[in-house]
């Protein structure tokens, strides 16, 4: 299995049962804020392995300009961040706690996931 299909799967994986922890002991309308919050973080997951991907096709051509790819592929997922963050707490109302902890649970798993690929390598 690639590592990036891997990385996005464990995410998931992971996000899903923060939620289905969520519902089972505070109920739906916690279980739904870990979803989302949760979700959040997979996107950024997703946007990370776009732009790593898109930053080596570039790095073949021009290596100087990978590097911008990189830095405006974080600006963005910065930028997804806060602003789902923000919608999901503030329009939707989401519960705090659970959006936020799924997030960094989340956000967690991709960061010792990738650690743990770069280790391998």
Do not use: C, H
Not at 80 to 92: D, H, K, Q, R
Not at 107 to 112: E, F, K, R, S
Request: no cysteine; proline share 1%; net charge positive.
């Amino acid at each position: 299995m690639e590592g990036a299909t891997k990385l996005v799967l464990v995410q998931a994986a992971v996000v899903a049962v923060v939620a289905i922890a969520y519902w089972m002991t505070r109920g739906t309308d916690a279980g739904l804020g870990a979803a989302y919050g949760g979700s959040v973080s997979l996107v950024n997951a997703l946007l990370l392995v776009f732009s790593v991907r898109k930053a080596n096709r570039v790095a073949e051509r021009d290596a100087k300009q990978s590097v911008y790819v990189l830095y405006f592929g974080a600006v963005v997922r910065f930028v997804v961040a806060l602003v789902g963050l923000g919608f999901g707490l503030g329009y939707l109302e989401l519960a705090a706690v659970p959006v936020i902890v799924a997030f960094g649970i989340a956000y967690l798993a991709q960061m010792l996931q990738s650690g743990y690929r770069q280790q391998l390598a």
